[in-house]
């Protein structure tokens, strides 16, 4: 699929005013007393375009612009923000920093990071890709995904839509210690949702892709047809009885387990000792064979950057080795709280790579013999404090390694400290759509909860 790709002529010459924007915040907030402040600019573009049923439903053009501004007054914090460019605007911001700055509490951990671990070297990540795709053209492809689904087959008697989007950001991040980062990016994704209906009732399932650089795009058809194929998979869904047995995520589920983790070592959740895996470092997690890394300068990574929200520099570093926790996710204000150094995970992470396996998603199925594949989970049931997991799922139900029916209408449960310890194995299937980068686990086992 060919479209229009340009890089944007102006895109240097904004950073270069962000810059120069967030360069003067930070000299007039040490003009007012503060003792540290830092600044980040932005500038934010997109296109969203939605069709459905071969009509537009919405067109939509954004050009968001803000700053926010932090500072300092020794160990007073105070932050605000605008969105708006306006000098006006940006005075008025500084102001009201100040001013909360002068009433908070004071806090020890507060201040910005160590200068020693900034950002010296910013390479080219690959990440800027504006996609130059007229409304028009949007509306267009966008049809023709929904209608590649739609035609696919009979049973598919609706659709909620088919959805393309093209984003940019420009952002300029300095601080009183001399920082000045600039970065831009580009995200852009396609996707489509299908409605399909038999003698037991309506199904609905999607597909979407998401990619920096709009050429790396999978067929726009494929898209639609892969949506049709996934909603018809789930037609004439079961119901389960409860019971014990062995569980299968796709890669698209399975990254949200990864979160799970990701969110149980960050450091709000841990000196606020509200995680399960508090004091954890050096304690076997995973089984041995599991391998868990950062790598937050992948080429064209959807979670790439050179570094973190405070300028602190990113490095490829272990998270898991050998099953074992090797690190802690911290910004300086929790790294500070746990007496530790920053990671350089101000704002979150940033490519986590679980080392896959051998086996693909066939010999998976084939090793897991019979069992439940998790396709989707809805609701919210995991509690970071006890490492409980309880959430509705659907997907379908395997015997003797192939996939027999769909199911529907079930609960999985189990502890997170017993589903991580009993994972069984990492299939090669890698999603690529995400900054978690983890093909599908299989769970040696979980609780099935039903009512069949």
């Known amino acids: 699929m060919n479209h229009p790709m340009t890089i944007g002529d102006t895109s240097i010459n904004e950073l270069d005013r962000l810059a120069e924007i967030a360069e003067d915040v930070i000299r007039r907030c040490r003009a007012k007393g503060a003792s540290e402040a ?10 969203s375009v939605n069709v459905r049923l071969g009509e537009v439903e919405t067109v939509e053009r954004t050009r968001d612009r803000g700053v926010s501004v932090t500072v300092y007054f020794g160990k007073h914090k105070g932050s605000a923000s605008t969105a708006d460019l306006d000098p006006t605007s940006i005075e008025q911001t500084v102001e009201h920093a100040c001013a909360i700055a002068r009433y908070t509490e004071e806090d ?3 201040g910005l990071a160590d200068p020693a671990l900034l950002a010296r070297d910013i390479p080219d990540l690959d990440l800027w890709h504006p996609w130059n795709i007229s409304a028009e053209d949007a509306i267009r492809l966008g049809v023709e995904i929904e209608d590649a689904g739609r035609s696919f087959d009979p049973r598919i008697d609706n659709s909620d839509g088919a959805s393309v989007q093209a984003s940019a950001s420009l952002t300029a991040y300095a601080n009183s210690l001399g920082f000045v980062g600039r970065e831009r990016s580009t995200h852009h994704s396609l996707s489509c949702a299908l409605i399909a209906e038999d003698a037991a009732g309506m199904q609905r399932d999607y597909w979407y892709d998401s990619v920096r650089a709009a050429g790396d795009f999978m067929p726009a058809i494929e898209i639609g047809r892969k949506a049709a194929k996934r909603t018809l998979a789930r037609l004439s869904a079961r119901k389960l009885g409860t019971r014990d047995c062995p569980v299968l995520f796709v890669p698209e589920v399975a990254r949200g387990l990864i979160g799970n983790f ?5 450091g709000g959740a841990l000196y606020r000792r509200a995680s399960f895996l508090v004091d954890h470092v050096g304690k076997r997690v995973f089984p041995q064979f599991m391998q868990i890394v950062e790598r937050p300068r992948i080429p064209r990574g959807h979670g790439s950057t050179a570094f973190d929200s405070e300028g602190v520099a990113t490095r490829d570093s272990d998270l898991i080795s050998d099953g074992v926790l090797a690190r802690y996710i911290l910004g300086s204000y929790s790294a500070r709280k746990l007496g530790l150094q920053s990671t350089g995970n101000a704002g979150g992470v940033h490519n986590v790579v679980v080392k896959p396996g051998s086996d693909d998603f066939a010999a998976l199925l084939k090793r897991m013999n019979t069992g439940l594949l998790v396709s ?3 609701g919210q049931g995991v509690s970071l404090l006890t490492g409980d997991y309880s959430r509705g799922a659907s997907g379908f139900w395997v015997e003797n390694g192939e996939i027999a029916y769909p199911v529907e209408e079930i609960t999985i449960a189990a502890n997170l400290r017993d589903m991580f ?4 194995a990492i299939g090669s299937d890698v999603d690529p759509r995400s900054h978690i980068l983890c093909g599908s686990i299989l769970l040696e086992h979980m609780t099935i909860a039903g009512d069949a």
């Open 421 to 424: 310890a009993n994972i069984a």
């Open 108 to 110: 020890v951990a507060n």
């Open 38 to 47: 830092d600044v980040a600019a932005s500038i934010d573009t997109g296109l």
């Open 262 to 266: 990701l969110s149980a070592v960050s």
């Open 376 to 378: 989707e989970l809805m």
